[in-house]
């Protein structure tokens, strides 16, 4: 499985942005996709996270209601539509893709996810 996540860039506080991330190759594996970040000198952290076939959605508390997670199965294409951000969520976002071994209760632990992104830089100015 490939991941390619793209959408992200520099926005000031209390704006928007969509990020996407693709998937291809056996995609069929897939049992959930979610998002990561990385901000500078800290530690990847978990984001977001959906279950590809219940559509059961996942998130940090640092997010809730304002980052959304969503998919669209046709494109075999995730998202993470954010809104109201700050600069504290400026950061590297990953996507991540695991193939059943991230149970509820690890579903934050990157070291279950088997496939990666590359990343795309999200920056909220103050």
């Known amino acids: 499985v490939q991941l390619q996540a793209c959408g992200g860039g520099l926005v000031q506080a209390g704006g928007s942005l969509r990020l996407s991330c693709a998937a291809s190759?056996?995609?069929?594996?897939?049992?959930?996709m979610g998002w990561f970040r990385q901000a500078p000198g800290k530690e990847r952290e978990f984001v977001a996270a959906?279950?590809?076939?219940?559509?059961?959605?996942h998130y940090a508390d640092s997010v809730k209601g304002r980052l959304t997670i969503s998919k669209d199965n046709a494109k075999k294409t995730a998202y993470l539509q954010m809104n109201s951000l700050k600069p504290e969520d400026t950061a590297v976002y990953y996507c991540?893709?695991?193939?059943?071994?991230?149970?509820?209760?690890?579903?934050?632990?990157?070291?279950?996810?088997?496939?990666w992104g590359q990343g795309t830089q999200v920056t909220v100015s103050s």
């Open positions: 991540a893709a695991d193939r059943g071994r991230a149970i509820l209760s690890v579903l934050f632990v990157a070291r279950y996810y088997d496939y």
């Open positions: 959906i279950r590809w076939s219940r559509g059961s959605t």
């Open positions: 190759g056996r995609t069929f594996t897939i049992d959930t």
